[in-house]
């Protein structure tokens, strides 16, 4: 089992930036990969960004070149830095892992609300 917090939602402005974290129970060297989705009212849940445990990301094409998934392997942290945001990007952002054995786990989700 792995339980994931989520952290560093709130509301922002147009054009600011946010940073979420996800803090993982145990050691993420052991996962395949992590990634962020996101969900907003009425839609499906969609990727947005994903890091393997090689280092190697994917962005979905709507948040490219504004958003950077990174990871801390000491701190057992996954991040989104966020930055130009729009309003459209506001959602419930939720971590996910899939582990070396396929499993998969979410966190319990931070909300993004982008307005002015």
């Known amino acids: 089992q792995v339980q994931l917090v989520e952290s560093g939602g709130g509301l922002v402005q147009p054009g600011g930036s946010l940073r979420l974290s996800c803090a993982a129970s145990?050691?993420?060297?052991?996962?395949?990969?992590m990634g962020w989705y996101r969900q907003a009212p009425g839609k499906q849940r969609e990727l947005v960004a994903r890091?393997?445990?090689?280092?190697?990301?994917n962005v979905a094409d709507s948040v490219k070149g504004r958003f950077t998934i990174s990871r801390d392997n000491a701190k057992n942290t996954v991040y989104l830095q966020m930055n130009s945001l729009k309003p459209e990007d506001t959602a419930r952002y939720y971590c996910?892992?899939?582990?070396?054995?396929?499993?998969?786990?979410w966190g319990q989700g931070t909300q993004v609300t982008v307005s002015s």
């Open positions: 996910n892992v899939i582990s070396n054995t396929a499993d998969q786990y």
């Open positions: 145990r050691s993420i060297l052991s996962f395949y990969a």
């Open positions: 890091i393997s445990s090689s280092g190697n990301t």
